[in-house]
């Protein structure tokens, strides 16, 4: 929850920076438009690049949790992968011991049967 609210925090500051910017580019725009005699062609690009800006603020911090998710899931099969492994050679290894151990109890057992006869 607390993340959520990071990440929404960020995108309304981001947007707030924007919009500020805009809003001062626009208030240098009015008055060239004015001398300029362009039109609305430079407001109406600051307006345009502003929303696309906006827009891809919102979206993008979208993709990256979806990414972020997938990439925590592909790490936790990596994991899991890993801890099997980990239990295949562990198990491997306390089998060669207890045949080990039973190979020299045998052992042992042959010498004091020798050595009682």
Known sequence: MKNNEQKTAYQVRT????WGCSTAMLAI?????AIAQSGAILPL???IGASA???AVWRNTRKSDSNKIIKSQDRLTA??????DLE???????????????QLESEQVDLRISNQG
Do not use: H, M, N, Y
Request: with cysteine; charged share 25%; proline share 3%.
């Open 45 to 47: 690009a600051v307006i």
């Open 88 to 102: 295949t050679i562990c198990s491997s290894q306390e089998f060669d011991r207890e045949r080990k151990f039973k």
């Open 53 to 55: 800006g906006t827009v």
């Open 79 to 84: 994991i899991e992968t890993r801890i099997i």
């Open 29 to 33: 725009c009015v008055p060239l438009t």
């Open 15 to 18: 947007t707030a920076i924007i």
